[in-house]
């Protein structure tokens, strides 16, 4: 058996997220309806509480119940966690019980939580204000709801470059996440952890994308060479994957295991199977994010001058900034910054920040090539363009309230 605090080891990261998805919201509700996330019909997936108690029923409850019963079963199995700002809010209403599973999860002392953006937003590329504002803010929320602090940062859609890595450093986080993208990392290998160009005392955990998306995407695929896949072949890949390294980082979101990944595919017990293969072995164990930051040294320095992301194939913020109606929907929300934040009203504060959620510019994509059949998947708009439509129409009414702000003085709001 290997040295026990440098066992090889899984590292094992899960990001909780649902939007507020924007209702129909015509041009005939600005200036009247103020209730931009209340679908007006339970049944279409435009309704939040609809989605929620749904994703509940599918994937947290069934997923935090076998992760509770795995820390209990294993000593050496643990996990990382993210939870945006908006997936606590709407389960803290919705689905309570949620909220309190994970909190079971964090206080076993095996699950870490990772910093991130409150609003699941790109405002590390548009305000740099506003950004650490949001961070701040989740770090907050975490504190308050689980009593934790954070020590690592992830971007949102795990959105990367050095600039980023920089302003984590002199943040004080220890560590930072990014997709192991092949063209950046050349010859090299993702199992081990690096250090961010330029940077003093962070380090870099990058995702094994090949075997994250094994199961994130192609666990059900029976077009897949290797459907159906079992827990000990997927085992013999990640220990073959790093005969001489020390870790498998596998990143992808909480809802793969019941909503991206159904039930009856078998994922969940696939998955209490794979946890027991690999702790079978006395030379393997699963690390948090910090874990494995703290046992292992980075091995080299990595530089990604240029933005890097975990979607789609190109890997870069085209999901979210590759058309004219996403740049423009950006655009005339950061535009409003000053406006809205000089108000002080924290209701119009609210409703401005929730429009910076990327899930809403990532309804508009138009990328109808290899990724085309994910982005409609996802989707509660009939097109790209309702998305764009209903988004602009908020942001019309934003500014109508910003003038009536300014009119009355903020006496009503």
Not at 47 to 64: G, L, T
Request: negative net charge; contains cysteine; aromatic residues 14%.
């Amino acid at each position: 058996m290997t040295s026990d605090s440098k066992r090889r080891g899984i590292v094992l990261y899960l990001h909780v997220h649902q939007p507020l998805r924007i209702r129909q919201y015509s041009i005939f509700d600005t200036a009247t309806q103020h209730d931009y996330y209340s679908e007006h019909s339970y049944d279409n997936d435009r309704n939040n509480e609809k989605v929620m108690r749904k994703v509940a029923d599918k994937s947290y409850r069934p997923m935090i119940a076998l992760l509770e019963k795995l820390l209990h079963q294993h000593a050496d199995f643990h996990l990382s966690l993210s939870i945006t700002g908006t997936f606590i809010e709407q389960a803290q209403q919705w689905v309570p019980d949620v909220i309190e599973g994970f909190k079971r999860l964090v206080d076993t002392g095996k699950v870490e939580i990772v910093a991130e953006t409150y609003y699941h937003s790109l405002a590390f590329f548009y305000s740099r204000s506003e950004f650490e504002s949001q961070v701040r803010a989740h770090q907050s929320k975490i504190k308050e709801v689980f009593g934790v602090d954070t020590q690592v940062f992830r971007n949102t859609e795990l959105a990367y470059n050095d600039e980023l890595a920089a302003w984590a450093d002199k943040a004080g986080f220890k560590g930072i996440l990014a997709e192991g993208w092949d063209p950046i990392l050349e010859w090299r290998s993702p199992n081990h952890v690096y250090q961010p160009k330029g940077t003093e005392n962070i380090a870099l955990l990058l995702k094994n994308y090949h075997l994250s998306d094994d199961l994130a995407f192609r666990f059900s695929d029976k077009d897949w060479s290797q459907w159906p896949l079992n827990a000990d072949t997927y085992s013999e890949w990640a220990n073959a994957s790093i005969a001489d390294q020390p870790l498998v980082n596998l990143f992808m979101d909480f809802e793969t295991f019941g909503e991206h990944q159904w039930a009856d595919t078998g994922i969940f017990d696939f998955f209490d199977s794979f946890v027991g293969k690999w702790l079978s072995n006395p030379d393997n164990t699963f690390y948090t994010v910090s874990g494995a930051i703290d046992t292992f040294e980075p091995v080299g320095e990595i530089s990604m001058p240029n933005t890097v992301t975990w979607a789609d194939t190109e890997r870069d913020l085209t999901a979210w900034l590759g058309n004219s109606m996403q740049q423009e929907a950006l655009r005339h929300v950061y535009s409003l910054e000053d406006d809205v934040l000089r108000t002080g009203d924290l209701e119009l504060i609210s409703d401005w920040r929730k429009l910076q959620t990327s899930d809403h510019v990532y309804y508009m994509c138009t990328k109808w090539f290899s990724d085309g059949d994910v982005h409609a998947y996802f989707s509660p708009y009939e097109s790209p363009y309702d998305a764009f439509l209903y988004f602009i129409n908020v942001v019309r009414d934003i500014r109508w309230r910003l003038h009536e702000h300014h009119r009355t003085g903020g006496l009503n709001g």
